[in-house]
């Protein structure tokens, strides 16, 4: 039941010429700095101790002349420090949890709500939606920016929502199938989950999905296909991130060849994430952020810590924006095993393609005798599972060939009966590090 319509909700802004986006880039970034460093102290301070005043940005070009902005920043000036709007002109906070427990809040004025809605509205338009579809968002609600995100995304374009939440996966099948939802908002791992519970239970040719918008979490284009075939549908992926806004800032077309970036609303550079240098585009590195359009709380250079690159070229779908790839991994979750920087992307690119297991996984990484090991945990497929012992051991030796081949080291390979790995309503926890323990 796949869409195949490509459509394009601001084709005057979406499909602009680059002379013409970068003139408004321009134009924008610097009333963003003089705004920042008007309003925001830490920023007024960084950009003295550089030497740099606000008329010194004249042009994206100029970008490397600004301090970077890092999640410690978030809660370390916690929970207004990076406001530059006052409170009376807030209409809304939202946030993610931070890991030592403090939240991590972004400040939207009516303007910031108005301009993330059209964002994702951009998004759902691009998966083929429209008013008369039905959406189902799954990602959570509160103070977490994908439910809302997806809901008035979905909302703007005219579509009729239904506000689900994460969790309670028999009633989220039952109200689709129930209620028609043509359209899914949710995680890659939770829309994977629904699927094969939507499979086990026959349903598959009663459920009218066409098209999904997932994202909150990297996933490779092998779990894309399964995805697909599980629902029948297209399987878009969805960027973005609280502190730059929420899910929207870039997304995928049905072209599914890199994520659209909404570069009237935000600058994209890639740094090399060790010398801090910018790097061309079509190299691999760290993606970083410049708000400039939010006035709230807009944010410069910020570091996402996402691996990715960026592709200039124009998209066959007549969109001319930036387009960013999957991402492959984060600076800050990869692990280094006996020296070697090992992403969990990487892992699940060799299991998707093995036939007999599933997508679900886990990675255990310990050390042993003052050496680093790691364990990927794979469940069997149910087919799998009843085969004889010979056939076992040979995906076992598949995968671990595999991965050595594409990661470099030798790791251990543990299959172990279906469903037997936790399933997880929002994001999928893959890596338990145990060498942490006791420090």
């Known amino acids: 039941m796949k869409t195949a319509v490509n459509k394009i909700y601001n084709p005057e802004i979406e499909c602009m010429s680059r002379e013409a986006i970068r003139e408004m880039q321009n134009e924008r970034l610097q009333k963003t700095i003089r705004l920042v460093y008007d309003k925001v ?3 007024r301070k960084r950009m003295d101790e550089k030497g740099v005043k606000p ?4 042009t994206i070009d100029d970008l490397h002349l600004l301090p970077f902005t890092e999640k410690t920043d978030l809660r370390d000036y916690f929970p207004y420090g990076l406001f530059a709007a006052d409170l009376k002109d807030i209409v809304r906070i939202q946030g993610s949890s931070g890991t030592t427990g403090k939240p991590i809040v972004s400040g939207y004025t009516e303007n910031d709500v108005e301009a993330w809605s ?4 951009r998004a759902l338009y691009a998966a083929g939606g429209g008013e008369d579809d039905i959406v189902q968002v799954a990602y959570g609600y509160g103070l977490f920016t994908g439910g809302l995100g997806a809901h008035q995304g979905a909302t703007k374009i005219g579509a009729t929502v239904i506000p689900m939440s994460s969790g309670n996966t028999e009633r989220q099948i039952m109200m689709m199938q129930e209620l028609g939802a043509t359209m899914l908002c949710c995680t890659p791992s939770y829309a994977t989950y629904l699927g094969e519970t939507v499979k086990e239970k026959g349903l598959q040719g009663k459920i009218k999905l066409k098209s999904g918008c997932f994202g909150a979490e990297p996933w490779t284009e092998e779990m894309r296909q399964n995805l697909e075939n599980l629902l029948d549908i297209d399987a878009m992926n969805i960027y973005g991130l609280t502190e730059m806004g929420g899910p929207g800032i870039a997304f995928e077309c049905l072209e ?3 994520m659209h970036i909404n570069e009237d609303h935000v600058i994209a550079e890639i740094i090399d994430p060790v010398t801090d240098e910018p790097l061309p585009y079509g190299e691999y590195g760290e993606l970083v952020f410049t708000s400039i359009t939010k006035t709230g709380m807009p944010l410069i250079r910020y570091r996402t810590h996402d691996i990715c690159c960026l592709n200039p070229e124009p998209c066959a779908c007549g969109r001319t924006h930036v387009r960013m790839s999957r ?12 020296g070697v920087n090992v992403f969990p992307s990487q892992i699940e690119s060799v299991l998707m393609r093995v036939k007999g297991v599933t997508p679900n996984y886990m990675l255990i990484v310990d050390r042993v005798n003052s050496t680093d090991t790691l364990e990927v945990q794979v469940e069997l497929s149910e087919e799998m599972f009843t085969d004889t012992v010979s056939g076992i051991e040979r995906i076992r030796d598949e995968i671990k060939e595999n991965i050595k081949s594409v990661v470099g080291i030798s790791v251990k390979v543990q299959l172990v009966p279906p469903k037997t790995i936790q399933r997880f309503e929002g994001k999928a926890k893959r890596v338990i590090d145990n060498r942490k323990l006791g420090f």
């Open 41 to 43: 102290e830490v920023y």
């Open 55 to 58: 008329e010194d940005i004249k």
């Open 327 to 338: 991402i492959t991994g984060r600076t800050d979750d990869m692990m280094v095993i006996r």
């Open 256 to 258: 599914k060849d890199g």
């Open 118 to 121: 059209e964002m994702v509205a």
